[in-house]
């Protein structure tokens, strides 16, 4: 064989590796996915709700009940749609109708829109959610976080306590005497409301730095819902659509 037929074999046999080396790559890669371990599932639904994989172009839509989850998983539910999901730690989270929840690892989701609740089973550590920039870690939890508007945050704690952190900065968290020291001042004016609620607007004015404080991170008890927009933390009462969402989760 001349020089020439030297170099053509070779350049062949360094192509056919080449493809074989490619195809046993996809296989690899194909196998690992099949046999990657689901996080959870949807075990229940309502409406239309669908699911983005990751490295997929597509979403799958959820036409059954234990449709099977993986970490980098988004599940997105439409306009009067809900769904259940359980996690492989007992881990119970339903998706509000409008919301993206995205499956960052095995104990970590990130909420993109809407609103979501947890039931986190007693000694379970670690579960933990982002939202924006903020953390919240949890742990033997009922609660439940929705958006607000395009900037806030309502955070509400039933059962448990959780940890909520800011990843970017402090948070301006007003304490709850505040609420208490509106009610000590009405007893002390007997005034129409509408004078009654513009003197402690001034009044507040006045006093509020003595009701607040900078924090990295603080706790919420059970009982206790809080209104987080633009940092600034303030104690609310609960909004009725959250009751409505912990009925429905410990329904189904």
Not at 103 to 125: H, S
Not at 221 to 243: A, C, D, L
Request: aromatic share 12%.
């Amino acid at each position: 064989m001349n020089k020439k037929g030297r170099k053509i074999s070779l350049l062949s046999f360094l192509v056919i590796v080449f493809v074989v080396f490619v195809f046993k790559s996809f296989a690899l890669a194909k196998n690992l996915a099949q046999n990657q371990t689901a996080v959870g599932e949807v075990t229940k639904y309502k409406g239309r709700v669908v699911v983005k994989r990751k490295g997929e172009i597509r979403p799958f839509r959820v036409r059954k009940e234990h449709f099977k989850l993986f970490v980098g998983d988004c599940i997105k539910t439409k306009t009067n749609s809900k769904a259940l999901i359980l996690f492989i730690d007992g881990t119970k989270v339903l998706l509000d109708q409008k919301s993206v929840l995205c499956i960052q690892d095995y104990e970590k989701t990130g909420l993109k829109t809407g609103k979501v609740f947890f039931k986190v089973k007693k000694g379970i550590k670690g579960r933990r959610l982002v939202v924006s920039n903020i953390l919240i870690g949890v742990k033997g939890t009922l609660f439940g976080v929705g958006f607000e508007n395009s900037t806030g945050l309502v955070v509400e704690v039933k059962e448990g306590r959780v940890c909520v952190e800011n990843l970017k900065g402090e948070f301006k968290k007003y304490e709850k005497k505040l609420k208490a020291s509106f009610e000590e001042f009405k007893k002390q004016r007997e005034i129409g409301v509408k004078k009654l609620n513009k003197e402690f607007e001034a009044y507040k004015k006045k006093v509020e730095k003595e009701f607040y404080e900078f924090v990295k991170k603080f706790e919420l008890k059970p009982g206790e819902t809080v209104s987080i927009i633009n940092n600034e933390v303030k104690y609310i009462k609960p909004p009725k659509e959250f009751e409505e969402g912990f009925k429905l989760l410990e329904e189904w």
